[in-house]
């Protein structure tokens, strides 16, 4: 079993910059990507930005050159820094960590204002 936990969220104005956070607590070593996803009002989720065991990061195309995935060095947390943001980026995000299972966090709400 893995808990996540995200924090970071809240209201950014365009053109500014949040970090979110995804600390996770468990089976840690099970873990092989963690990932972030987002869903806005009447949208399907969406993969944002994920990082492999060995560092690999990959990011959805609306979010390349803006937003950055890390971690620290023990794999938790994982970050998400999230810059010149936009209107569109307005969304609930949420940690998924991929081990045997796939687990998820409760979400933390970005918004970001025009």
């Known amino acids: 079993q893995v808990q996540l936990v995200e924090s970071g969220g809240g209201l950014v104005q365009a053109g500014g910059s949040l970090r979110l956070s995804c600390a996770a607590s468990?089976?840690?070593?099970?873990?092989?990507?963690m990932r972030w996803y987002r869903q806005a009002p009447g949208k399907e989720r969406e993969l944002v930005a994920g990082?492999?065991?060995?560092?690999?990061?990959y990011y959805a195309d609306s979010v390349k050159g803006r937003f950055t995935i890390s971690r620290d060095i023990a794999r938790t947390p994982v970050y998400l820094q999230m810059s010149r943001m936009k209107p569109e980026d307005t969304a609930v995000y949420y940690c998924?960590?991929?081990?045997?299972?796939?687990?998820w966090g409760q979400g933390t709400q970005v918004a970001v204002s025009s």
């Open positions: 990082i492999t065991n060995g560092g690999y990061t």
């Open positions: 468990g089976s840690i070593l099970s873990i092989t990507h």
């Open positions: 998924n960590a991929v081990a045997f299972n796939q687990y």
